[in-house]
Every structure is written in C-alpha cells, then in structure tokens.
C-alpha cells in the first residue's frame, strides 16, 4: 500500500505532528472538539464577501472566484446563495480565471439536476486539454465507478499532473491509490488496513487549512478500516470544512447529530445542517433533508411536497433517495404497502451496482420466510459481499450460522466472522458476540461475548451497543456504569434500532412519575414503533397505545391506541389484536352518542 514515491515527495506526517495536546491544528489555529454548529455570521467573512464582489465587479477575475465561493459556500458563517455564487463563478470564468471554471463545471450540475453528467465530464475534459489544472484534477476524480479500470485511468491522469508539481492532484493520487487497494482487497477476497502514512500529503494540504482535504481526512478518520479511526476528530474536521463551504462536510455533521454519536439525537439540528448543505448544493443533503420533512423529523411533516421531491431524485439516478422510497413503500408508511415496488426498487439500484441495493433486496426476500426466497437473499448478500460491503459479508456467515438460505456450518461460520472481525467489520462482532451471548456459538460464553460486543460498539454498530448495554445492566459487566449503558442505549434508538429505544422505554417507565418523563419515554417509544418489525417494534406500539388509551400523555386519545394496537398486531403482537376491536367498537360507539 505503501508508496515509496510518495515518502520521497513529502515528508512522512504522522498524527503526532498533526496534533498538539489533542486538538488538532488546521491552518495554523487549534481545533477543538465542540457540538457547538450554530453558524455566527461573522464580520469578517461578510468584509471579506463584500470586498471580493466589489472587486470583481472591477473586473478582478481571481475576487469573482472567491466571492462566488463564499456565496456558493456560506463560508465563515454568511448566508448561501448558490445561484448568486454561480453567477460570479461565470464572470470568473469568462474573465479567464481557471478556478472559477471548474467549480463552475462542478456546480452546474447542483442547480439543473436534469444536466447529463457526462456533459459536465466533457466540459472539465475540455478544459483540462486546454491547460486548467483544476478541470483536470476534477475530470480524473469523476472516475470514481466500481470498476478497477476506471479507477486506474484516474490514477494515471493525477500521477501525471502530480508529477508536474500540483500537490493537490498528488493528494488525489493519495486517494485513489488507498481506494484502489480496496477493490483489489475485494477481489482476492482479503482485508487490508490502511493508515495516515499511505496519505501524507493530505494530512499535508488539510493542516494548511484546505478545506476539501480536511473534509476527506474527516472521512477516513470514520472509516472502520483507517488505523487511526477517530469519530471526534472526524467531526472536528467536518465541522471546520462545513464552516469553510464543503457542503459535504455539512451533511455529515447532519448525520453525525441524526445517530446521536456523541449526545442524545437532534432531529432539529440535524434538519437544519442538511437544509443548509442542501442550499449549498449537495444532492445528497438535498435528499436526506426530504426524508426529514416526510417523516417529520426536526420539522414539520410535509409528506407530499417531500416524496415528489425523493422521486424527482430517484427517477434522476440518485440510488439514496430510491431507496427512501423504496422502504417507504415496504412499510406503508404514508402511501399504501407496495412489496413488489420497493423490490423494483432495489433491485434495479442492485443491478446499477449499489451494494446497499443489493443488502434491502438481500433483507426483504429473507423476511419472506420462504426457502426459494431465502436462498434467493443469500445470494444477493454474497453478490454485495464480493463488492466489498461489510455488512452482507457478515449476513453471509450468519446465513451459514442459521442454515437460512445455505447449508448450515457453525464452525466454517464462526471462522468467517472471527477473520471479519479481526479487520474491523464491526458487523461480525456484533454477531460473534450474539453468538456467544447464545447457545448459536455451540457453547454459551459471556466472557467471550463482551469483547466482541465492546468491539463492535466501539465502531457504533446498534446491536453491538445495544447488547452490550443489557450486558451491563444484567450485571454481567461491571466496568461500565448504569448511565453509560442508557447512554449506549440511547445513541442506538436515535440510530433507529428498535431493541435499543424499547429497552431504553422499559427502563425509564419503572421510575417514571411525571408528565415530563412520559413524554421523554414516549420519542423513544415513537421510534421504536416506527422502526421495529419484530418483538420490540410489537412492545413499543403496544406501550404507546396502552398510554394514549389510559392518558398518560394527558388527555386519553383512544381512536390513536386503537390505531397503534393495529400496528402491534399487524406486527405479531396477538394481545394487541383483540385490544383494538375493542377498542374500534368503543370508538365508534362514542360517535353514534355524538361524543
């Protein structure tokens, strides 16, 4: 992985230098771990965006670029524009600023979703042959497929402009080597890691203060196969890249605060960061922030508005808002169930080579229940593990665990998951410690189980936390705190695993006494409820409807319980289903009295 090329091109940085007293320095200044996002507009940056538009107005082509990026941007704090900054970039470009071109190129996309993104990738190309560094560097990244082939003509075109003495494009060489290795890793069917040594000279532009290259250290620091895999300094890094105008960067910090990774989830905050990168320009955000508005997360439903928007982007060839929808149509939230939609759906993302495709399609046929479907989801976890996914390589040895879909073999199973595990597929932990939490293993191991669930919370995975949390309060670990188990439990439900939000609920209804604490026990329940579809989605609708029948909230709403002992039953819970008939009766009873 190692390129002998590179330690002589650069001098080898390794984190040390990049951190003092564990904050990390970017562009001279410290960088602290903060969940402070609110944006100040800060003076500086509206001085510095009013005397670049000033002077691009007097035709000084290299302020166009820089203001139309502050507009395009929100950089240092100042409100977004996109169409403004557009607007500058164009007369950037048109006065020959290179720069202004590029990003000109890069955006146009943003602004007319329609725009054939081979279009865009002849215009950079052009530009490139006409000697724009930028445009090259750029039309070189766009050969980001699952092919190994185009990744290497990327690869040859970065070496080339990184051998003329562009750093930037030696960066991007960085990258794509690191991404490279990993379809070959895919293709022997290996693991490897990789660590900030195969990236100096990322680590080199980002410590500078270059915000695209904070922005995809921030992501190699999430990475579960990354050495030095650091969720705070992921965020410290995103954080100051979103501030500097990477809207990716901002839409990461939504996901970051939608999981709850360091606190309890915000809905709220989450919304506004991908309304906000959004604006900025990223599809991506633009979807996510429409999945927000039709679930009514952080803001007020707006189901219509919001699903004509995420098929608008599914029928564009956005794989994430196509599968938004297609899970919307599998659970009948809001539209009726549609099983042979959402199957369209995915299958047709799977096809195109997503591999989170492929896993739903995997999912949704082992629900089923059925052998023929069963051996059909195996297949299609196999087809994404070749792909690299980690999590349908883990489903694979369970499948073999279960005998679902596949032969069963324990043994060939287990060994799988430990050669997983042993590379960080925090999936296989998880599993590996279920497995010794159970009598699945072939023999019950609590002492084994523990490291591999700490393990694989370690990365954030929701079973591993949540199992590991019931460890703790059973008693069975007693080197964590009850608080740090609810914690776990907590940042688990805002992640949306039922388990996690059912058990937290049960937990908090024993002492329960108040109007307030009912109400806090019921966002984890609404979760749990929405999300589940097994036992605790069951118990979490149950509960719900036992206290909206009963006034706990407040005031009894008994058409609501009626509705949620429905879901409950629906969902295998057989009490429920007697409750709600009586239930419907009793309601329709009332509106004959005319109450």
Request: glycine letters at 8%; aromatic letters at 12%; charged letters at 25%.
């Amino acid at each position: 992985m190692k390129s002998g090329y590179f330690f002589l091109l650069v001098p080898l940085l390794t984190s040390c230098v990049f951190l003092q007293n564990n904050d990390l320095v970017v562009g001279g200044k410290k960088l602290s771990f903060s969940l402070d996002i609110n944006f100040i507009h800060s003076e500086k940056g509206y001085l510095e965006r009013g005397k670049h538009t000033y002077l691009c107005g007097n035709k000084n082509y290299s302020s166009c670029y820089k203001a139309g990026m502050s507009y395009a941007g929100g950089i240092d704090g100042t409100p977004v524009d996109l169409k403004k900054g557009m607007e500058l970039l164009l007369k950037g470009c048109s006065g020959g600023n290179k720069k202004s071109c590029t990003e000109y190129a890069k955006k146009s996309s943003y602004l007319d979703f329609d725009e054939n993104f081979q279009k865009i990738k002849n215009t950079l190309q052009t530009q490139c042959n006409n000697g724009n560094i930028y445009s090259c560097r750029v039309f070189a990244y766009s050969h980001k497929t699952d092919t190994i082939e185009n990744f290497n003509v990327g690869i040859q075109l970065l070496k080339k402009l990184c051998d003329k003495g562009d750093i930037e494009s030696c960066a991007d060489y960085e990258q794509h080597v690191v991404k490279r290795a990993e379809f070959i890793k895919v293709k022997q069917s290996g693991y490897q890691f990789f660590s900030i040594e195969d990236i100096p000279t990322v680590v080199k532009l980002c410590k500078r203060g270059n915000p695209e290259f904070c922005n995809n250290l921030a992501n190699f620091y999430f990475d579960a196969t990354f050495r030095e895999y650091d969720l705070k300094k992921s965020f410290i890094l995103h954080k100051y890249s979103c501030e500097k105008g990477i809207s990716t960067s901002c839409k990461v910090i939504g996901d970051f605060l939608i999981g709850g990774y360091f606190e309890d989830y915000d809905f709220s905050r989450s919304y506004k960061m991908y309304e906000r990168a959004c604006k900025m320009g990223s599809i991506r955000a633009c979807i996510s922030k429409n999945v927000s508005l039709y679930f009514g997360r952080g803001v007020n439903k707006e189901r219509s508005k919001s699903f004509k928007k995420l098929d608008y982007f599914c029928s564009r060839g956005m794989n994430q808002a196509c599968i938004s929808m297609g899970w919307i149509y599998y659970w009948g939230n809001g539209v009726a169930k549609n099983h042979e939609m959402a199957i369209k759906l995915f299958k047709a993302g799977c096809d195109k080579g997503y591999s989170i495709s492929c896993n739903n399609l995997a999912s949704i046929y082992m629900k089923e229940k059925q052998a023929d479907k069963e051996k059909l989801g195996f297949q299609y976890f196999q087809k994404s593990c070749k792909k690299g996914n980690m999590f349908a390589c883990s489903m694979v040895a369970k499948s073999i665990v279960t005998g679902v879909g596949t032969e069963q073999n324990v043994f060939i199973a287990k060994t799988m998951l430990e050669k997983q595990c042993s590379y960080n597929n925090h999936h296989s932990c998880a599993l590996l410690g279920l497995l010794y939490r159970t009598n699945a293993s072939g023999k019950k191991d609590k002492n084994k189980a523990i490291p591999y669930l700490k393990k694989a919370c370690h990365f954030m995975n929701d079973t591993g936390c949540t199992e590991l949390a019931s460890e703790i309060l059973t008693g069975n670990y007693y080197f964590e705190s009850i608080s740090k188990a609810e914690k776990l439990l907590k940042r688990s439900c805002g992640s949306r695993h039922a388990p996690a939000c059912f058990q937290y609920s049960y937990r908090k209804i024993k002492t329960a006494k108040t109007l307030s604490d009912y109400l806090h026990i019921k966002k984890y329940l609404d979760i749990g409820c929405e999300w589940g579809d097994g036992e605790a989605g069951q118990l979490s609708c149950a509960t719900l409807a036992y206290f909206f029948e009963n006034g706990v909230f407040g005031q009894k709403k008994l058409k609501w319980a009626s509705t949620l002992y429905k879901i409950a039953c629906k969902l295998g819970h057989k009490p429920s289903c007697q409750r709600s008939l009586v239930l419907e009766k009793h309601v329709n009873s009332l509106k004959l009295l005319g109450n």
